[in-house]
């Protein structure tokens, strides 16, 4: 034993920050609990910037004046809403690159300096143009995502890697619940708190800057505690590199794009989970639009605050469903059933959505509330399904890439979805008279054709498993 030991240290190189997080792990008892919390924090960090936008989003286009009609308020701000996904959708795979050669931790300073500056200037906005250049250099520049799913395998033991996954998407979770909270609130403060905030004042005159400039000094405080993180990757030198292994030059040959492109259990489940991120992005960006919408036009009349609770009662619910229910039923079942059992539930729900809008009073907060965590609660159970399909169908030195691929088509789709989601809830909103689904009963009989078009593909011989 003691030469096996004595052999495997001769694989660590001096001065290379992978080879030390490697013999640190080696050596290292007990809960990775600091570990744990790096990655929750900085994932947070991005995710607060994605999910605060909605309660206020329908406000602020309709301040800057670029809709001739209230009910063309939606398709402008769909395009708001995909500003960001368009520019993560063309720097994704370009950023998973340099994590890969110049490291993780440089990429994740640059994400989270990013949500510093622009997430800012995004508050400061005073025209539809300001704000959607700000929110697509947000993106462009936040390239983290993807590198932090492989620094959260590499930073763990290996026994502790899945929990590190899951942190993710806890960390995402409690964005849910944050992020629309601080939208929802903290939005024109001059309107809802009159005696501590003057109209002419600094937040009277941007009324959307107070939620981002709150979400802005959280990042702050997360990019200097960044500075801190240990380095993953390996800096060897080339006389050091074991290039003459066999392994390491078959692995050096796996991970190339193109295997990974030919890899038809990996893109298959990409592609599932890119259907299911398109539903759930137009179905985030319609669902706030909807509420804000006038009760004339077949929407709910809800304030920013309104908005706000139910998406952090909704980001609540699914917190804990994630942390406590997901892992029994997907251990039972599998990550497919799962996913597909939640497709199909997730069809009739949202056909009640416009019959909810009938509701007043308590009977509507209750029921929205209601059926808004369930589909939440629905639709992670779809995506975490679908990232454990993922990883499972590639070996683990591979999984930085695939991820970038993942990370590329999914913001894609999610550009996609505010954009044709307003668009679409704008034209629905004008159909009120139609004899066939009219209004709102429209947009929401368009999500349920995608869902149901991702539960399709959720059955062979499109989705090829491979468990690894």
Known sequence: MAINDELLEQVYHENCPGCKVERDKRIRTGY????????????????????????????????????????????????????????????????????????????????????????TIFGFSVNYWMAIISRFLLGFLNGLLGPIKAYACEILPAEHQALGLSAISTSWGIGLIVGPALGGFLAQPAEKFPSLVSPDSLFGRFPYLLPCLTISIFALLVTIGAIWLPETLHFHKKNELESADADEITKEKDSNLMSLLKNWPLMSSIIVYCVFSLHDMAYTEIFSLWAESPKSLGGLSYTTAEVGTVLSITGLGLLVFQTALYPIAERIFGPITVARISGVLSIPLLTTYPYIALLSGFMLAFTLNLASVVKNVLSISIITGTFILQNNAVEQHQRGAANGISMTLQSICKAIGPSCGGALLSWCLKRQNATFLPGAHMIFFLLNIIEGLGVLLTFKPFLITNHN
């Open 32 to 119: 990775p609990i600091k570990e744990l919390i790096s990655i929750w924090v900085v994932v947070l960090c991005v995710a607060l910037p994605i999910s605060s936008l909605f309660p206020f989003l329908y406000f602020m286009v309709r301040d800057f004046n670029i809709a001739k009609k209230e009910e063309d308020i939606s398709y402008y701000a769909g395009f708001v809403g995909s500003a960001y996904m368009i520019g993560r959708a063309l720097t994704s795979v370009f950023w998973g690159v340099v994590a890969d050669r110049y490291g993780r931790k440089p990429v994740i300073l640059l994400g989270t300096s990013t949500v510093v500056i622009f997430n």
